[in-house]
């Protein structure tokens, strides 16, 4: 079995920083690329940052210049750096990744429970 499980979310005001983490566990051959997405109520969950084995990273327009992910291939980790946060950011944000297990041949997307992020005054 498969965990991803995330860390880090909470309350913080317009502005400040948060640092996101997820750890990856269970029998995993191989990790592809890792992202993290986000969800606000009435809205439609989309990527905010995503970061391939090679290292390549893609963001949304939205947190382009704000956000910074990164991943530590020797603990299986994925973190999403969270600057000048605006409330517009308030979401749960899941991470996500795709993992080639040592009993299954092809690559599956795993997600994380999510985390709320809550960016209030």
């Known amino acids: 079995q498969v965990q991803l499980v995330e860390s880090g979310g909470g309350l913080v005001q317009p502005g400040g920083s948060l640092r996101l983490s997820c750890a990856a566990s269970?029998?995993?051959?191989?990790?592809?690329?890792m992202g993290w997405y986000r969800q606000a109520p009435g809205k439609q969950r989309e990527l905010v940052a995503r970061v391939s084995s090679g290292g390549s990273t893609n963001y949304a327009d939205s947190v382009k210049g704000r956000f910074t992910i990164s991943r530590d291939n020797a603990k299986k980790s994925v973190y999403l750096q969270m600057n000048s946060l605006k409330p517009e950011d308030t979401a749960v944000y899941y991470c996500?990744?795709?993992?080639?297990?040592?009993?299954?041949?092809?690559?599956?997307?795993?997600w994380g429970q999510g985390t709320q992020v809550t960016v209030s005054s």
């Open positions: 996500n990744a795709g993992i080639q297990t040592m009993f299954v041949g092809d690559e599956t997307d795993y």
């Open positions: 269970g029998s995993i051959f191989k990790i592809y690329a």
